[in-house]
T-cell receptor
Framework: NAGVMQNPRHLVRRRGQEARLRCSPM?????VYWYRQLPEEGLKFMVY????????ESGMPKERFSAEFPKEGPSILRIQQVVRGDSAAYFC???????????????FGSGTRLTVV | QKEVEQNSGPLSVPEGAIASLNCTYS??????FFWYRQYSGKSPELIMS????GDKEDGRFTAQLNKASQYVSLLIRDSQPSDSATYLC????????????FGQGTTLQVKP
């Protein structure tokens, strides 16, 4: 019973390139959350998605960032024209239901560490 | 602006001592509270959740919640060097969609 799977684990991009981060939720989970952790900082919420819907993107930068969670396949966090300030660890978590948090909290994937050079 | 505040530390305790980690939050309607442990270079790992005022114990860990004071703490008894990590306090957002607001984290160092 695999947990939340993220890939790649490490991603290096040159300034101006695109970064695509993938997150496969736990089996049966249809809710996905993306968080970003800048160096020496706590986690910051970015976006909450259900299958084919963005529910809350209040933490997403207005430009260059987008997220999707298609009917089939993993959730994708896409960063266009990356800049050095995008260098961070990006974590994804999943849950059965958005309000299922009361009982268990959620488990994070191992993360993608993006380095922009 | 909803906030979760933690002392960044480092908090240094000798092996076998009790480590006390503290967290305050600003949103009075928050209902769910979590402590995550994060080792350097790893992802956060959920170690405790608490929803009601009072104490909740799980092994060497005790979470304490005081909603009137908007304060949540984590006690680690018989601290071990393997407990050395950053501890993140998290509070659910009032929207109740599962979104969490995290503190900056407290770095704990347990010295042998």
């Amino acid at each position: 019973n695999a947990g939340v799977m993220q890939n790649p684990r490490h991603l290096v991009r040159r300034r101006g390139q695109e970064a695509r981060l993938r997150c496969s939720p736990m089996k049966g989970h249809s809710h996905v959350y993306w968080y970003r952790q800048l160096p020496e900082e706590g986690l910051k919420f970015m976006v909450y998605l259900q299958k084919e819907n963005i529910i809350d993107e209040s933490g997403m930068p207005k430009e260059r960032f987008s997220a999707e969670f298609p009917k089939e396949g993993p959730s994708i966090l896409r960063i266009q024209q990356v800049v050095r300030g995008d260098s961070a660890a990006y974590f994804c978590a999943s849950s059965l239901s958005g309000t299922g948090l009361v009982n268990k909290g959620y488990t994070f994937g191992s993360g993608t560490r993006l380095t922009v050079v | 602006q909803k906030e979760v505040e933690q002392n960044s530390g480092p908090l240094s305790v000798p092996e076998g001592a009790i480590a006390s980690l503290n967290c305050t939050y600003s949103d009075r309607v928050s209902q769910s509270f979590f402590w995550y442990r994060q080792y350097s270079g790893k992802s956060p790992e959920l170690i405790m959740s608490i929803y009601s005022n009072g104490d909740k114990e799980d092994g060497r860990f005790t979470a304490q919640l005081n909603k009137a004071s908007q304060y949540v703490s984590l006690l680690i008894r018989d601290s071990q060097p393997s407990d050395s990590a950053t501890y993140l306090c998290a509070v659910n957002d009032a929207s109740n969609t599962g979104k969490l607001i995290f503190g900056q984290g407290t770095t704990l160092q347990v010295k042998p």
